[in-house]
């Protein structure tokens, strides 16, 4: 059968005009991996690039879930797929829902429809009408051919704004509020067939007249594998030599791994920046070690490696400011509002920000604590089952699970916390106006306050994008 691959329009896009310009990494992984199969005239679809585009009439449709906000736009999308036309469903969130709540919130809701997880690889390489064992793992396949069937007017489109590009994934820490995939060592895939998929992009780019090209690291934390991290910067200075094209790119580290890198391989971050490392974004997720503690981020405040020569508080300080002296971005990512926060750890959070802002001019990049996202550990928590339940009833719901929406009557029962928390939440967005936009989420309670402003909730978020 057919088989078209469809990004979904962004969440927050209009209905008109193009949405986030933003080259999906893990769908384009998908379409490689059925191609190394010996699957051929696999259709690509980004709603982004094409509004309201004409679905198949037949075959196979796969579509990518980015995140939770991604599951009542997807349930809207299937209404608009002929029923003759078989789904599948993939992503990050989509592993983090049971085989119940699968079915429960997409078949339920579609039940002339045909929709399977496919992330499954049998149910996956059953619908494309192959053996499991011959569709290869995402590390080891080559993307370059699925780059080379993107249109020449949309891949110059996405070449012209920041991509996503797969280089591992998997991470050695476990914080209890986090969706990723963790608790693993990180696992690089082939460099060899990185470099060939970046010199065709950069090779592309030169016959486009773009200037140069930049792209964000797939890695959860840069920084954990000095040695393979240095092979990848081989692969950049190749390209670029090789090319004649500059490139930029940027990721997320840990400050332990950043103060074990700076401590055992400070040449290695400052060859990362001469080559073209801009950025680097970093997990402080709380404002105080009580919390670093209750969620179990113990690379803040314990000294992993031995070689970390201070204390709890001062350790995130100095990661910030030995970043600004190698001269990279430093971005803290606070994410915050987590169990057991009180009203001192969040303005403590908020005097963190504003402190490391002011004096090394590191960008806030705060995200507010949702602890029943699917793939938490909260998600399962048996306590937490009544509110769970509400999400799967109501998917709409799952639109307030957004790491950038306010805190909501479901997300954050308390109500005097809530308002605090949103209260500091939107004074650390007021630092660098633009740096994160604030979300309004889906819920009764905000619906009523779009309403009192003759607006719906999708009018407030309409290109509030994430970068």
């Known amino acids: 059968m057919p088989i078209t691959l469809i990004q979904p329009r962004h969440s927050y896009a209009d209905d008109v005009w193009q949405g986030h310009i933003h080259l999906s ?8 991996r059925l191609q190394a199969a010996g699957i051929t005239g696999i259709g690509y679809i980004d709603e982004n690039v094409t509004p309201h585009p004409s679905y198949p009439q037949e075959g196979v449709v796969g579509i990518n879930l980015i995140g939770s906000p991604y599951i009542p736009v997807v349930l809207d999308m299937i209404k608009r797929i002929p029923e003759q036309v078989n789904i599948l469903l993939g992503g990050q969130i989509i592993w983090s829902l049971t085989p119940e709540e699968f079915d429960a919130i997409f078949r339920k809701n579609n039940p002339r429809h045909t929709i399977q997880n496919g992330n499954n690889p049998s149910i996956l390489a059953e619908t494309a009408g192959v053996s499991a064992e011959q569709i290869p793992p995402v590390e080891h396949v080559s993307l370059e051919k699925a780059y080379a069937e993107i249109p020449d007017g949309t891949l110059h489109l996405y070449l012209q704004n920041e991509f996503s590009v797969y280089v591992s994934q998997w991470c050695k820490y476990n914080c209890s509020f986090c969706q990723a995939a963790k608790w693993q060592p990180e696992i690089y895939r082939d460099l060899e067939w990185l470099s060939a998929e970046l010199l065709f992009l950069a090779t592309k780019a030169v016959g486009f007249w773009v200037p140069s090209l930049k792209f964000y690291m797939s890695n959860l934390d840069i920084l954990q594998t000095p040695e393979k991290l240095s092979d990848f910067l081989d692969v950049i200075e190749h390209v670029q030599k090789t090319s004649g094209i500059k490139i930029y790119f ?59 020569h201070f204390d709890e508080q001062q350790k995130a300080i100095k990661t ?42 590191a960008l806030p990049r705060p995200h507010v604590s949702k602890n029943v996202i699917p793939g938490a550990r909260w998600w399962r928590d048996p306590r937490n089952a009544k509110l769970v339940r509400q999400f799967i009833d109501d998917p709409r719901l799952f639109q307030a699970l957004d790491y950038t929406a306010l805190a909501s009557e479901l997300s954050h029962e308390d109500e005097n916390l809530r308002r605090q928390t949103n209260y500091w939440y939107e004074k650390i967005c007021a630092l660098d106006p633009g740096s994160t936009h604030v979300i309004v989420p889906d819920t009764p309670e905000f619906r009523s306050i779009a309403e009192s402003r003759w607006l719906t909730v999708r009018q407030m978020n309409a290109w509030k994008f994430d970068r």
């Not at 990494?25 to 490689?32: E, Y």
């Not at 971005?331 to 002011?358: G, R």
Request: proline share 5%; aromatic share 12%.
């Open 25 to 32: 990494a893990p769908l384009l992984s998908v379409k490689a």
């Open 250 to 308: 940027r990721g997320l580290a840990w400050v332990e791994s950043f103060m074990q890198c700076y401590n055992n391989h400070k040449e290695l971050l400052q060859r990362a920046q001469k080559i073209g490392l801009t950025t680097i974004g970093y997990g402080i997720d709380g404002g105080t070690p009580e919390v670093w503690k209750s969620i179990g981020k113990v690379q803040n405040f314990r000294k992993i490696s031995g070689n970390a």
């Open 320 to 361: 910030i400011e030995f970043t600004r002296e190698l001269w990279i971005q430093p971005e803290i990512l606070m994410v915050f509002w987590h169990p057991n926060e009180t009203p001192e750890s969040l303005k403590a959070a908020y005097n963190f920000c504003q402190d490391m802002h002011h004096q090394f001019w």
